[in-house]
């Protein structure tokens, strides 16, 4: 199962992606985390690891991206990045960390002034997703750039189902609307994460979303609050995303 995760700037995106890796690391999957936002740099951190070398860099940096953006694949569909279909270990070891059965994949980031735009990075994300082959053990999940950007990229495309992590703010509203119209034209299952929210905002987002949508209500915990703060390990158990997991694994046998 493919996951992708998707929402507005400090929606909690990669907060949830973390926890739910560690979560489903927990029940005995091999949990491969993609880290496809170029300009995230605490993801790894809450997953305590360092931060690899990127798929990028793998393929010869942006330059050599570029490159291959402009050949054809041997089945002749899409850019020439792979030869043929990838399981996660034959994903380059060199290109990932790895931690109690958690590894780490970053497609590529942003480290200078002037560098160009993340299209590359955009297109890498789309094949190596379309291109990785999941076992029934496994789990993906994707940590996406803020915003729909990676829509427009066709980064779905590859994914089984899609989580909104929304925070209280008429903005993830808004954006929740615009993400449940994309993902039915595309056909991707749609879920909603409510992060930060206590009984009283629940409700309150309730009122602006589609009830069967929302899969988990995340509570604002000290634990987290201070994790995020120190850029720390995410070395906690939170039983609502435990209940998230239980979600997504019903979905997946059904």
């Known amino acids: 199962m493919k996951v992708l995760v998707c929402g507005k700037g400090g929606s909690g995106k990669s907060t949830v992606a973390a926890l739910l890796a560690k979560s489903m690391a927990k029940r005995g999957y091999r949990v491969l985390v993609a880290d496809s936002d170029e300009s995230n740099y605490g993801l790894h951190r809450q997953l305590g690891m360092e931060l690899p070398p990127t798929l990028m860099d793998h393929f010869g940096g942006r330059r050599g991206v570029k490159e291959k953006m402009g050949r054809p694949s041997q089945g002749g569909e899409g850019p020439g990045f792979f030869d043929g279909r990838w399981t996660i270990d034959e994903i380059p070891p060199e290109a990932t ?43 993906v999940i994707v940590d996406t750039e803020a915003g729909i950007e990676h829509f427009g990229r066709g980064v779905e495309a590859g994914c089984d189902a899609i989580l909104a992590v929304l925070d209280p703010s008429f903005e993830s509203i808004l954006l929740s609307k615009k993400i449940a119209e994309i993902s039915e034209k595309i056909n991707k299952p749609l879920y909603f994460v409510l992060n930060r929210v206590d009984d009283e905002r629940k409700a309150a987002m309730m009122e602006s979303l589609d009830g069967r949508r929302v899969a988990a209500a995340i509570p604002e915990t000290e634990e987290i609050f201070r994790a995020g703060l120190s850029g720390t390990e995410l070395d906690l158990i939170v039983k609502e995303m435990e209940g998230l997991a239980d979600f997504l694994l019903l979905r997946k046998t059904g």
């Open 97 to 139: 960390a790895e931690k109690d059965g958690i590894k780490l994949l970053a497609i590529g980031k942003i480290h200078d002034f002037g560098e160009g735009c993340a299209c590359p990075m955009g297109s890498l994300s789309r094949n190596f997703l379309d291109n990785l082959s999941v076992g029934e053990k496994e789990m």
